[in-house]
C-alpha cells in the first residue's frame, strides 16, 4: 500500500524524490495508518483547494486496501 500511496503523491508534486511513505502498525480496530511526507513547497499540491485531492487520495487508498481486507487511514504529514 506504500507503494502505490507514494505514486499517486509522486505524479501530483514537483519533487518526487521527497516524498516518502511509513506505515504504523494497525490499532486495536485493525487501522493501519500511513503518513505521507512531501517537501513543504509541495504541500498545497497534495492537499489541494479545500482539501479535495487529499480527499481523493484517501478514497483511492480506502478502495484499493478494501480489495485486500485491509483498513487504511491516511495522514499527510
Known sequence: MKELLVAIASGLVE???EVTATADEPNEE???VLHLHVAESDMGRVIG???RIAKAIR???RAAAGRTDE???VEID
Open 59 to 61: 478514497t483511492v487508498m
Open 49 to 51: 483547494k479545500q482539501g
Open 15 to 17: 519533487k518526487p524524490e
Open 30 to 32: 485493525g487501522v493501519t
Open 71 to 73: 483498513k487504511i487511514a
